[in-house]
């Protein structure tokens, strides 16, 4: 199943006892990596979560070339409105060249990404960086607090 898929898959769950939950960025890399595995570009994605870390829906925000995706802001936060129950999200993205590393862009994204969802009392839990069967967390690189 492609990674659009299953984000549309994801949105369609609408029995609450039925959500995914996660605890940390391992888990959330073990639930996605599959889809992010071998995309040959770059694809950042955001998932929105209830307040128990229940994943309620996702949505692919941008797609990118070989080395790089911009976000729109304006996109990013339409796309988190338009599900109920929203109360913190993950943002994602892959790197096709395997190499986790966050790039001055992946960090200054996640920056304004962070100073919007504390104006609009939401919790960016993370901002995972997928790799070859790797991945980076900015939350546990201490980026996000």
Same mark, same amino acid.
């Given at each position: 199943?492609?990674?659009?898929?299953?984000?549309?898959?994801? @949105?369609?769950?609408?029995?609450?006892?039925?959500?995914?939950?996660?605890? *940390? @960025?391992? =888990?959330?890399?073990?639930?996605?990596?599959?889809?992010?595995?071998?995309?040959?570009?770059? #694809?950042?994605?955001?998932?929105?979560?209830?307040?128990?870390?229940?994943?309620?829906? =996702?949505?692919?925000?941008?797609?990118?070339?070989? #080395?790089?995706?911009?976000? *729109?802001?304006?996109?990013?936060?339409?796309?988190?409105?338009?599900? @109920? =129950?929203?109360? %913190?999200?993950? #943002?994602?993205?892959?790197?096709? @060249?395997? $190499?986790?590393?966050? %790039?001055?862009?992946?960090? $200054?994204?996640?920056?304004?990404?962070?100073?919007?969802?504390?104006? +609009? *009392?939401?919790?960016?839990? *993370?901002?995972?960086?997928?790799?070859?069967?790797?991945?980076?967390? +900015?939350?546990?690189?201490?980026?996000?607090?």
């Amino acid at each position: 199943m492609s990674l659009e898929k299953q984000l549309e898959e994801i @949105s369609k769950q609408t029995i609450k006892r039925n959500r995914y939950r996660f605890c *940390d @960025s391992k =888990g959330l890399f073990e639930y996605f990596n599959k889809y992010f595995n071998n995309l040959e570009q770059e #694809v950042f994605t955001v998932v929105t979560c209830d307040c128990k870390n229940g994943i309620i829906g =996702g949505s692919i925000i941008g797609l990118g070339g070989i #080395v790089e995706v911009r976000v *729109d802001i304006k996109i990013l936060f339409r796309k988190i409105f338009s599900f @109920s =129950g929203v109360t %913190s999200i993950v #943002v994602m993205h892959n790197h096709p @060249s395997g $190499d986790t590393t966050p %790039s001055s862009y992946d960090l $200054d994204i996640t920056k304004k990404i962070s100073a919007a969802c504390e104006i +609009l *009392d939401i919790r960016l839990l *993370d901002h995972i960086i997928f790799g070859e069967d790797a991945y980076c967390s +900015l939350r546990d690189m201490g980026i996000i607090r």
